[in-house]
């Protein structure tokens, strides 16, 4: 039996290495999370067979089917409710459970009914595990509140000190208990340590502004995956620790992408440092040219070719349904109609991506940022629907600007750009928009879902 679990924990964790595989193309994703998911039925049903084999209590094992059938229950009824505008939220809440387990596990292993089993090598290990999860577990918790707006940034001096002498203690006091110079019970410690670590993990994130969420997500994401693999060793469960590996060194790559598509240093965006502006124009200064609807649906009519690039203002409008029955529209009049995708656009990594797949936008549409850029000169119409900070040609043209030097959709190189907006407010960066005032640029106001639908009347009947 136990020759048979080890082969199923083998080809789990090969299925999770198939998933990874299939989810670095938005066409193969839903396959890829498809065989990933198969492959953790696979390692929890042979991991009750394990414990079932190796005589666990009866009331373990209930226990254990109990939570799963909850946070079954609790996981699909969240999964059906949340709207794409709560989908960062949502994975935040979903990542900080795994952080919270980690440390969980760590606390219940650091019992003093385990201490007589648990070597040297194996308490640094639970240690290390459970410090990373209770980070990930509050600082997820922090970044869902922030992305909520229920939470403000707080860049104090007082909020970075403290995050850093917490830091500092919770590298030195496990190296000072480990040379017996602490009169205190491993379990206390560890008990002290996870306290430390939750307060560390909201100091963590409370810097961090909204424009570097994305980023945010994507690390404690990774500090999870990190928490799981030592979580993992400590009790040698090959399929804990190998997918563990895959989620750490998965989220820490998506990570420094990132923010290399931001042109950032991650140590900037821990340290919630942006550069702020100097003497910049604001938007209510800006000159501006207004189109109606009536003019964009004439403007898409003669199109040949369009180009769309969507931002978090199309989640929050729910208007990517919308939008892909124009795009339908269009393309029944041999218009080509391409979505052009930022690597930070939204407000957590691959967001646009899973808002057009709702809209059944097929992945043939879908160009990467340097793609588009490529050709965008023959777009004869630019559509920006909600985004803002990810066209703006300050980035490259304008040294003072915050957001220079970020790789950005240059929408202004087309034949025309019509940006949909609410209203002049700034993007999640706080900066003014040079492409507004340009000349090839016109201001569609208004909610996108409702603009969308009339310029879809207007298009029929032209």
Known sequence: MEAIIEIGYLLATLSFILGLKFMSSPKNAKTGNLIAAIGMVMAVVLTFVAGYTETVPYTNLIIMLAAIAIGTIVGKRLSDKVEMTGMPQLVSLFNATGGGCAM??????????????????????LIAGLITGAIAFTGSIIAERKLAGKVKDYRTMGVVFSARILLLLMILLPVIYFFGLLPIGFAPFVFALAGLAM??????????????????????????????????????????????????????????????????????????????????VSEEDQEIKEISVSETALALSFAQKVAVIPGYGLAVAQAQHTCAQMQQLLEKRDCTVDYIIHPVAGRMPGHMNVLLAEANVDYSRLKEMDEGNEVM??????????????????????????VYGMPIIRSHEAKQVIVMKRGMSKGYAGVVN???EMDNCSLLFGDAKISLQEIINQLKLI
Do not use: W
């Open 104 to 125: 969980l596990l760590g606390l219940v292993e650091a019992n003093p009914m385990h201490l007589q089993e648990t070597e040297l090598t194996s308490q640094i290990l």
């Open 199 to 280: 307060i560390y993990g909201v100091l963590f994130v409370l810097p961090i502004g909204g424009a570097d969420m994305p980023v945010v997500i994507s690390l404690l994401n990774s500090i999870t995956g990190i928490a799981t693999a030592f979580t993992g060793l400590v009790y040698g469960n090959k399929v804990m620790i190998a997918g563990g590996i895959f989620v750490g060194a998965a989220g820490i790559f998506l990570t420094l992408l990132m923010c290399t598509a931001m042109n950032r240093s991650l140590m900037k965006v821990l340290a919630g440092k942006f550069k702020k502006s100097t003497g910049a």
């Open 377 to 402: 000169s023959q777009y004869d119409v630019v559509l920006v629907i909600g985004a803002n900070d990810v066209v703006n040609p300050a980035a490259e043209n304008n040294p003072d600007s915050p």
């Open 434 to 436: 040079d492409l507004f």
